[in-house]
């Protein structure tokens, strides 16, 4: 009778212990479900579309219209997902090189003289801001036409080329006035050439209006040069693969070397 009590006792253990590894096998599978049926959580950068950071705080004009900010921001580590937190106090309308408060009428501009990002923009369009110079605003054609389109893939200095007119007097005062342009043109396109050169930069000369540059993660962009670049009229632009191009003064010495050079690295 010992016996089999031991027996049964022993084969009730088994099969208890049975059921509960079916058991916690079955859940395990229903965690796994869950866990991968889960829809991935998003980013808040995500829903940035520009961000400005200053000493006296920080600004979020967030992708639905929403301003976000708030005074003496601390802007360490996770900041944005915690500026996202912060209450909204007004909404914005988007222009290509300003945006405007629609509460108070006031007009925020993203650039200053030649292009030049004003200092404070983290993000602008939802692209980060890696140097001052960076190409954010475009024009870009509505119809590509591939016949009027050059394809660059490859680090280069991007010089465009300039308005070709022609006038019934050649001795006019506008004629004379674009002649010498055209003087200054040449002069300082050639000496952007040498000077890239010796920083081991190939020169590009645009025959074309429409430029195409290959960029990682995304469709290749397209710009048409004959249009304004970051608001302002550009000459030349320097590509590094990869990279969003950034704007290039046409007078070297006008540019800022150690920004160039820590762009190419």
């Known amino acids: 009778m010992i ?25 395990i599978k229903k965690d796994s ?21 200053a000493n006296g705080g920080s600004i979020l004009y967030l992708k639905n219209g929403e301003i976000k900010g708030q005074a003496r921001f601390d802007t360490d580590g996770d900041f944005i997902t915690e500026l996202m937190k912060t209450e909204t106090y007004g909404n914005y309308t988007d222009y290509d090189d300003y945006l405007i408060d629609k509460k108070n009428k006031d007009t925020t ?38 016949s009027q389109t050059e394809n660059i893939s490859e680090t280069r200095l991007i010089i465009f080329a300039p308005e070709l007119k022609t006038f019934a007097d050649e001795n006019s005062t506008e004629a004379d006035t674009y002649f010498k342009a055209m003087d200054d043109w040449n ?23 429409f430029l195409s540059l290959d960029l990682p993660n995304q469709k290749n962009i ?9 608001g302002h009229k550009v000459l030349a632009l320097l590509y590094k693969k990869g990279k969003m191009p950034i704007i290039i003064s046409l007078i070297f010495n ?3 070397l150690d920004e160039i050079k820590k762009y190419l690295k």
Request: net charge positive.
């Open 109 to 146: 501009f993203f650039f200053n003289d030649f292009g030049k990002i004003d200092e404070g923009w983290n993000i602008l369009k939802g692209v980060s801001i890696e140097n001052p110079m960076q190409v954010v605003s475009y024009k870009s054609p509505k119809k590509p036409n591939s």
């Open 187 to 209: 002069f300082y396109s050639l000496e952007l050439d040498e000077s890239f050169e010796r920083l081991r930069v190939k020169t590009h000369y645009m025959k074309k209006r």
């Open 3 to 27: 016996k089999y009590f031991k027996y049964f006792l022993i084969l009730t253990i088994a099969v208890s212990c049975k059921k509960e590894e079916v058991q916690e096998v079955e859940q």
């Open 222 to 230: 397209t710009i048409d040069t004959q249009s304004k670049i970051n």
């Open 254 to 256: 006008d540019n800022n």
């Open 33 to 53: 479900i869950i866990t991968g049926s889960k829809t991935p959580t998003e980013n808040p950068r995500d829903q940035v579309q520009h961000l400005f950071t």
